[in-house]
């Protein structure tokens, strides 16, 4: 690879980050891990070819341009944190996964607001979700960790926070959410 392409990939990676809060390879390793998958059935669940899967995680493309597909990928990492957690066994998992492959999707603004209006009031998991994306789109997770980090010794609940929900998984964040309403 030649110094221009690492220049891009490192950038593709960056935006990544920004856009996502990790670059997409952590992500998707972290998934085929969690989840027990290969990266051909990770593609299949997701609704992208194998090289396009590949094109993301290398960082030689940068974002996911269908939003159908985020939300499969935000779905996922709700579920293997679920697997993490112990609340869902593999073969649920299996099949949640079959679900998330079969959902289409669509406008991401449309789906969560049929939603609030189906389920009344947002659940713990979607209001730990917009606080995620929030600081997400705020800051890049090392910089958020940094900036935990640096309140540590003066502020230690703020920087707990920073870090729970700037750069830990929503399994984290959610307990860490349900503990402090009490």
């Known amino acids: 690879m030649d110094t221009a392409q690492q220049e891009a990939t490192a950038r593709a990676r960056e935006l990544q980050r920004s856009w996502y809060g990790e670059p997409l390879g952590a992500l998707f390793r972290r ?9 051909a059935r990770l593609a299949a669940v997701l609704g992208l070819s194998a090289p396009m899967l590949s094109q993301l995680m290398s960082g030689q493309r940068a974002k996911i341009g ?8 935000q779905h ?28 289409q999707g669509g406008s991401v603004l449309t789906n969560a607001g049929q939603t609030a209006i189906s389920s009344g009031a947002p659940t713990v ?3 730990v979700r917009e606080i995620q994306s929030l600081l997400r789109s705020v800051s890049a997770a090392g910089d958020i960790i940094e900036a935990s980090k640096a309140l540590a010794p003066t502020h230690p609940e703020l920087a707990e926070f920073l870090k729970v929900y700037g750069a830990g998984r929503t399994s984290e964040a959610v307990a860490h959410y349900e503990a402090h309403q009490s």
Request: proline fraction near 2%; glycine fraction near 8%.
């Open 66 to 73: 269908n939003p159908a597909v985020v939300q499969r990928v």
């Open 76 to 103: 996922l990492q709700e579920l293997a944190g679920q697997v993490a957690g112990g609340s869902v066994s593999a073969a649920e998992a299996a099949e949640r996964m079959e679900e998330i492959k079969k959902s």
């Open 31 to 39: 998934l085929i891990d969690d989840l027990g998958l290969n990266q």
């Open 125 to 127: 998991k979607r209001v």
